[in-house]
């Protein structure tokens, strides 16, 4: 409160000092070079202590919102002291200037003061000395406060800043999404508009009743649900996973700043020394490693090697396997070949036992007889010939006669 009334009354001053300058100046020529400069300055002067103004009411209505009352009073005071006249205004500042000295209002010594080495009884009687308007007393702020109030009055914004720009980038994501949901439950009900209009309105309408049956809306409607309860169980199933996702990942979160709290310089030290051993580490093991690729490369030199010779084993021996079982075969047919050619000997031992014993009791006929019985059987066979030609010529003839029958 004290920083307010300040620099109320330090803005208050700068204007009557203005105002009686100007009634002192008027005397003087002034060129309008000069006064351009002048008016220029005192654009800068105000632009600066309506900044300081603002900078020191948003700490203290930050800090502690009390300390405000009676600002708007001193305001509206201010006010009044500028639209009086400035034979009034004149007089008020000479009045308070004989007071309390017009060095005292001027000197850098007296605007460099902290607040700290200003009696607080001062203060509380600036403040009740015409409503809360007292030129040349209450606390002065150094460059150096002014500065530290901007530097944190700046964080504070920036903080601010940054919260609603998180929040805005929330709100911003959240609206995105309740669009997207919007536009894809539009697009369902659009499609589901349109399979109704096209299944049940057009395709189920009974042109003989006029009407669409009941069975066909019940047959769509329960369809429907079907499909509607399977997108159901799909989207939970998405839900289910992409919310234990999002616990995963927060716990991840929630781990790694645990660990960005309870991390110190001591431990980045550590970590560079362990860092280091495990480097002399990996090299040790870079070197076995290169040894290791020599004896591998000679491992698989001596290996191509044995795998040839072992190729080629593998190669005689399936030779040598394939040779076994064709003669395990030529093996087997020689020995059905041998049983089918006993059994064949042991037919033809029979027969020559039966020859034997026909030949032993056999009795040969008289010649005669032999040549009467061939003559007999020369002329059966001629009547045999004689008769097949007859059947053929007797067949050729009915095939004749058919075909006439036929075509008759």
Avoid at 1 to 10: N, Q
Avoid at 97 to 111: A, N, V
Avoid at 349 to 376: G, I
Wanted: positive net charge; contains cysteine.
């Amino acid at each position: 409160m004290s920083y307010s009334h300040s620099h109320v009354h330090r803005s208050s001053v700068s204007q009557h000092s203005r105002s009686s300058c100007h009634f002192t100046n008027e005397l003087d020529e002034i060129t309008d070079e000069e006064l351009i400069k002048q008016v220029n300055d005192l654009k800068q002067q105000i632009r600066v202590l309506n900044l300081e103004n603002e900078i020191f009411e948003r700490t203290i209505m930050r800090l502690e919102p009390s300390l405000m009352h009676g600002i708007a009073q001193a305001m509206e005071y201010a006010i009044k002291m500028q639209s009086t006249s400035s034979l009034n205004v004149g007089s008020f500042v000479k009045s308070q200037t004989s007071k309390f000295g017009m060095e005292s209002l001027i000197s850098p010594s007296r605007m460099m003061t902290s607040s700290s080495k200003v009696s607080t009884r001062r203060v509380d009687s600036s403040a009740k000395v015409s409503g809360t308007i007292i030129f040349g007393t209450g606390p002065r702020i150094n460059v150096l406060e002014r500065s530290e109030l901007v530097s944190i009055e700046m964080e504070y914004l920036i903080n601010t800043l940054e919260k609603a720009r998180t929040k805005a980038q929330k709100q911003h994501a959240l609206l995105k999404a309740q669009l997207e949901e919007i536009g894809l439950r539009e697009t369902e009900i659009q499609k589901a508009s349109d399979s109704f209009e096209k299944e049940v309105i057009i395709e189920g309408w009974d042109k003989i009743a006029q009407r669409i049956p009941a069975e066909i809306w019940i047959r769509y409607m329960m369809e429907w649900v079907k499909i509607t309860d399977s997108y159901i169980g799909k989207l939970r199933l998405r839900t289910s996973t992409l919310n234990t996702q999002y616990s995963k990942l927060k716990g991840q979160i929630k781990v790694k700043s645990e660990l960005s709290e309870s991390l110190r310089a001591v431990d980045f030290d550590k970590l560079k020394i362990e860092n280091k051993e495990c480097l002399e580490i990996i090299d040790y093991k870079l070197q076995q490693l290169s040894e290791l690729k020599k004896m591998t490369g000679d491992a698989n030199l001596n290996l191509t090697i044995h795998k040839k010779a072992m190729i080629e084993q593998n190669n005689y021996l399936n030779n040598i396997l394939k040779l076994t079982k064709e003669k395990q075969k030529q093996t087997a047919e020689l020995d059905k070949e041998r049983e089918i050619i006993k059994v064949q000997a042991d037919s033809l031992s029979q027969k020559l036992d039966n020859v034997k014993k026909l030949k032993m009791a056999y009795e040969v006929p008289d010649v005669m007889e032999y040549v009467c019985v061939k003559s007999e059987v020369t002329d059966l066979k001629h009547s045999i010939r004689l008769l097949e030609n007859r059947v053929h010529i007797q067949q050729i003839a009915l095939t004749s006669l058919n075909k006439k029958l036929k075509s008759i």
